[in-house]
């Protein structure tokens, strides 16, 4: 295992947190015209998770590609979590990953044992994920960059979008918030005793699990929490849904330390970019650190689901059997924004 002291220290920003901005990307991509491809059934109009292209009328496949500068000094655990980021965007969009492909950026001063413990991290993420990594493409860069292209499947009619979300749904979530707070602490020597490992484990977690316990249920809404924060992602799913979605800021769970950290202060760039995305179009009436925790960017963060209210109780049960966290965090109701509630 390699830990280069400063490995993290040669990054302006970690983990999705370096996302570009996301009202800028939205001007970006509004210049770019969809093509006209009858098979296309997930592109840029609207753009989701991943790409998806139907084969024929039992496959379709999944395709995404999302790599970062360091979250973490210990490279076999930055390897991890970019490649379970990456591997994400295709259980979020109901898909099961097949292959995947290195992006890579590495300085050549930086020894190459570290970037073998890199790659030997995001393989052992691969394989969990019941995938191959086949290989990649390797740049010199300063800055130290890793991700993943990953292709999967998908039945067409089984395509999770973020867009479904309706009327008298129930709004969950599968991971904790807090990832970039702690994450901007631990650069700062500010993080809580245990709240850095906390948010190690949770940004190595595949979705792979929540995803195969949802996939029975038909959920009309799906995406996975990262750089955007809780409410850029929940203003993304408001918006193409035609709907409001109504969050509970008591309910928001919060990795160990995350909420006192938000409290002392600590906040990101990601924090500022996505109220400078989502702020317009969301109403909060809870308190700074609460609303620092929405806002706040995530790795490798979990599934935000949206479904019938009633099949909520049936869901809990299935996560609670299989010993995996879900969190009723809100509902949509007809209308249009994100409202996050006072506790």
């Not at 093509?35 to 292209?53: F, K, N, Q, T």
């Not at 496949?61 to 991890?80: E, L």
Request: negative net charge; aromatic residues 4%; proline residues 6%.
């Amino acid at each position: 295992m390699s830990t280069v002291q400063g490995l993290t220290s040669l990054a302006k920003a970690g983990g999705c947190a370096a996302k570009y901005s996301a009202a800028r990307l939205e001007e970006l991509l509004a210049g770019i015209v969809p093509s006209e491809a009858h098979d296309l059934l997930v592109g840029l109009d609207p753009a989701d998770d991943a790409a998806v292209y139907r084969l024929d009328e039992r496959t379709a496949i999944v395709f995404t590609v999302d790599f970062f500068p360091p979250v973490v000094d210990d490279a076999r655990t930055f390897g991890r979590i970019a490649a379970a980021n990456a591997l994400n965007d295709v259980f979020a969009m109901g898909g099961r990953p097949l292959l995947a492909l290195s992006v890579t950026a590495f300085p050549e001063e930086l020894p190459v044992s570290v970037l073998g413990d890199v790659l030997a991290g995001a393989a052992e993420a691969t394989r969990e994920a019941g995938a191959i990594l086949a290989g990649g493409h390797t740049i010199r860069d300063d800055e130290p960059k890793y991700g993943l292209a990953v292709v999967g499947t998908v039945h067409p009619d089984g395509i999770w979008r973020k867009s479904g979300a309706q009327p008298g749904d129930a709004v969950l979530l599968t991971k904790p918030l807090g990832t970039g707070l702690i994450l901007q602490a631990a650069r700062d020597g500010r993080a809580p005793d245990g709240s850095l490992e906390a948010a190690v484990a949770a940004m190595c977690e595949l979705d792979r699990d929540a995803a195969d316990a949802l996939r029975s249920f038909a959920p009309h809404a799906v995406t996975d929490v990262t750089g955007f924060g809780l409410l850029g992602h929940a203003h993304e799913t408001a918006l193409r849904s035609g709907v409001r979605i109504v969050l509970d800021a008591g309910a928001l769970p919060a990795l160990p330390g995350a909420v006192e950290l938000a409290t002392a202060g600590v906040r990101t760039g990601g924090d500022r970019r996505n109220r400078e995305y989502a702020a317009a179009h969301v109403t909060s009436a809870a308190p700074a650190e609460l609303e620092a925790l929405a806002y706040d960017p995530q790795t490798s963060g979990g599934l935000l689901v949206t479904l019938p209210a009633e099949k909520r109780a049936v869901l809990e049960a299935a996560f609670a059997s299989s010993d995996l966290p879900l969190h009723a965090i809100g509902r949509v109701e007809a209308g249009s924004g994100v409202v996050l509630e006072s506790p």
